[in-house]
């Protein structure tokens, strides 16, 4: 017996349990992504209009990524509804290409957790302020400038100073992509040209004089040292303050651990903006977090010129990178130094962090020390992304109603015989946890449900008999490999 004809004969259009993850899960985002939401929801989401902080732990599969996918969606829709009231979302969910410049700067031939040992907050901040500027320039570039007018002399100064240390766009050149976002946001920087057009005119009149004594067979000046002084001297501004960009911009691409700039590129950019516009702002050349606090209020200041009232940075995947391998120790080197209230309560600045449940058990074993810096209290902490069997039966019948082509929609209830009750399946459910198991048991129940029975003499209801059998079965998987006995 095929599972397609089982499914078929309930009138369903695909398996709606063969997905397991909610990033590549279609039942998921056409329908449920906005209907079914987990208990804790309005905990985490918190208000758009005033973002705040989140610190959520759920184990493998309870639905971190899900979470993440549904404040995407809602807060495009609140955008939506209030334009004049929007929020700017950045998604901090690979840490890959920072982790590899990290490393390569810092030991790569070095043990990963002595290299992570040297993970700081500032280091969190440049990854965001990189992801978060490349993503307002691109926007910017791809809308053709319609922006522009929205943006006062500081802030258009602002994110070009910011695009220079933080743009990471690979789609472009970066000489010619700062150079468009300059022109979008009017921000001029003729004033720092006038070195350079001073050694110009005199090398031109220099070259000019030295063609005319030529004509004339009078060389004899060029003899003395003094033309050639004042040649040196009208191009000293220039080398002066080519040499201040090119050593600033070599201190900024040290301190930026997880940058990708090249000292060439960042010195030619600082040496196009004038020098008053640079005179006492925040750079990130120092192994310090005061700077890196001041580009990010600038970075929001640019973000309210162009509308945006708040910032949210959602955190997720923290145990997927190369260098983390899944490794709990790994994950805390990574996180902790995120956890610092000044951070966490920036104004007008939320973080939604989805963090594995191991990470938890090293926060229950820290000292007063750490709580007083993170003081988590204060955080809307969500200790476990805990599922009913209730919960998990209504997201199991969403997902059979979304996948029904019928009308009325297929329920949950009548792909079982009736011995297995409603109380019965919720009882059931329960022992599963979290989401992802309940869809891979179901998943398995339907496969050995069809392979039990031929085309011939199809069964068209599972029986109570073997939901008991698969639940034990799937159950003892399952603390094997919460054990790590056995792979599931």
Partial sequence: MKIQDFLDHHRIAGNPFAEEDAQNDTVFKRTCLESTFHPAWDKIYGNPDDPSTAIVFGEKGAGKTALKLQMVRQFERHDTDHPERKTFVVLYDDFNPFLDRFIDRVGPKRP??????????????????????????????????????????????????????????????????WARLRRLVGYKTWKSSWSGWLGMVATALMAGALVSGGVRGNLEWTRLWWPWTLLVAAWAPWLWRRARAW????????SMRTGNRTTGQLAQALARMPEVDLAGQPLPKHARSDDRYELLAKFQGVLAALGYTGMVVIVDRVDEPHAVNGQAERMRLLVWPMLDNKFLKSPGL?????????????????????????????????????????????????????????????????????AVDQRRLIDGLRSLRVPRHLFK?????????????????????????????????????QDAFDRGLAPR
């Fill in 247 to 254: 050593w600033t911009a070599r201190w900024i691409v040290r």
């Fill in 441 to 477: 048991f179901l998943h398995r129940l339907l496969v050995s449900h069809c392979h039990s029975h031929t085309s011939e003499q199809p069964v068209w209801t599972i029986p109570l008999e073997q939901f008991e059998r698969e639940l034990a079965v799937f159950k003892r998987d």
């Fill in 350 to 418: 939320g973080f939604k962090l989805l963090l594995p449940e191991e990470l938890y058990r090293f926060i229950e074993r820290e000292d007063e020390q750490f709580n007083q810096r993170a003081r988590l209290d204060k955080q809307n902490l969500v200790p476990g992304l805990e599922w009913t069997g209730e919960t998990l039966y209504d997201i199991a019948s969403q997902r059979v109603k979304a996948a029904s082509v019928g009308s009325p929609p297929a329920t949950l209830a009548q792909l079982f015989d009736p």
């Fill in 112 to 177: 990963v957790e002595k290299v992570l040992a040297h993970w700081k907050l500032w280091d969190h901040i440049d990854a965001i302020l990189a992801l978060g500027t490349t993503q307002l320039v691109s926007k910017l570039i791809e809308g053709g400038g319609r922006e522009k007018h929205r943006l006062a002399g500081p802030q258009a100064r602002d994110l070009s100073l910011l695009a220079a240390c933080y743009d990471q766009s690979t789609g472009e050149t970066f000489p010619s992509r």
